[in-house]
């Protein structure tokens, strides 16, 4: 112990940072928590815009867990050539600037766009429309299960699926009996954190989806252009967030505790 | 590890030091004043060597919202009266808004697009997009689609409004959603036009034009009030209004 760092430094910066990251979600919630706060919940902005994060939301979660199961499963347990960079592919939505991923989905589903001329073609618009909400959601937050399920599919032991065959069950019924129950904090957390991922995305959705009430306005696109209008109905909207996300991450860590 | 965080330390105050120092003028100007502005800022500051403008863009009702949150902005430059009157009601001005300004409402399509008038928005499947509503640009292009009723009908004008696809956030990124392909038309203002590549530009009646006045103030407790004087000096001054016509702004009407 050549350089012992004071114990007051060590505090004081670990305060700080604390104080940091707890404080504006305290001032957030001390300024909605008004009685204006239940007025501003039936103003139709925020029910219409709730409801739309809601719907979009669990379809993007039920896409991801479709879609996502598989492609982890796949990528755990078999080897190829090319498999780094494809899961660096696959990770990239994490890293890119939401408005950069936006952007790109524009560019392939806008009416010019990759994918989006043929398809106008036959008639078919996806960019400005509630598919086009789901398919940002879907891009940005699906990889977050997707890593959280590889990491476990990785971590069970393939001769416990082994075991399982060699007692008479099928594959899928291996799965569903082994595979899925050992893997099942790593699922549940996967879909906490795509899911309060999906329901705060912004840019990428206003960039390809555009802000429209009831149509692909989710809640932050609300929230954003509240602010210039309602700021009631933003505190309420956000405050609603807030806690929705703090919920989930406590009940995902009991979950976890219990499992 | 000591010696690390002492030299860490060092480097955030002598950052922080550097900030206090570089102040200047901050205005807050309109989306669709952009290049306008840039241009206005340059020659400002060749007239007063060692004066740094720092400019911010974006839609008026954002600068708005931020300045009542208490933005360091000096001077304030909006695209309507609606978004002025929310800084002055909050007794934010140090002297009443003077407009400097005016502009028109145009169509933007995509180079090639069948869209040629006002009328053509109605057809099933266009995609139009509009700024937000509370966005001077919006506000503008709601108030033209209100005088289109009595030109062209309700019946008309109402299939016009259910071909709107987005309400953005600014007009530059309503222009820019045309100019990405991504929409068929949008309502922006003519100077929004005259730089985007790859777009057509498809004017619109007298008759439609709503009233657009760009009203701009010295805001109280500005850091630099003669500076911001001059400023607003500048804009309104004979130099400043022929850089503000080059960009195709109109006199205030």
Known sequence: MRTRLPTGLLVGSGLALMVLLVLPT??????????????????????????????????????????????????????????????????????????????????????????????????????????????????????????????????????????????????????????????????????????????????????????????TQTMPLAIYAELERNLDAALAMGAILTLAAFGLLLLFRRLTRAA | MTRFLRWTASLVLVAAANLALAQGLTVFAASSLTDAFTALAQAFESAHPGVHVTLDFAASSTLATQILQGAPADVFASANPIQMARVTDAGLQAAPPTPFAGNRLVLVTPRGSSVSDLQDLARPGTLLVLAA?????????????????????????????????????????TAAKVALGAADAAIVYATDARGLAGVRTVPLPDALQPAIVYPLVVLRGAGHADLADAFRAFVLSAPGRAALADYGFAPPP
Request: charged share 15%.
């Open chain 1, 26 to 215: 305290l001032a957030l919630l001390a300024r909605a928590a008004r009685p204006a706060f239940f007025g501003a919940l039936l103003d139709p902005t925020v029910a219409t815009a709730l409801r739309l994060s809601l719907a979009t939301t669990a379809v993007s979660l039920a896409a991801t867990v479709l879609f996502g199961t598989p492609v982890a499963y796949l990528l755990a347990r078999t080897r190829f050539r090319g498999k780094a960079l494809l899961e660096a592919l696959l990770d990239l939505p994490l890293v890119l600037p939401p408005v950069v991923a936006g952007l790109g989905l524009l560019l392939l589903l806008g009416r010019r766009g990759l994918l989006g001329a043929p398809l106008a073609a036959l008639g078919v618009h996806v960019a400005f429309t509630s598919t086009a909400v789901v398919l940002a959601q879907l891009f940005v937050a699906s990889p977050l299960y997707v890593r959280s399920m590889k990491a476990a599919f990785r971590s069970t032991p393939p001769s416990l699926e082994a075991a399982a065959v060699t007692l008479h069950a099928s594959r899928l019924r291996t799965f569903r009996r082994v595979t899925l129950p050992l893997t099942l904090p790593a699922f549940l957390e996967g879909c906490v954190l795509t899911w309060t991922r999906a329901l705060g995305e912004f840019g990428a959705t206003i960039v390809v989806a555009g802000s429209l009430a009831g149509r």
């Open chain 2, 133 to 173: 509503p509370q966005v001077p640009a919006g506000h503008y292009a709601d108030e033209l689609l209100h005088a289109a009723e009595g030109v062209y009908g309700t019946a008309l004008v109402e299939r016009i409004r259910a071909n709107v696809v987005s309400r953005e956030p600014n007009v530059r990124q």
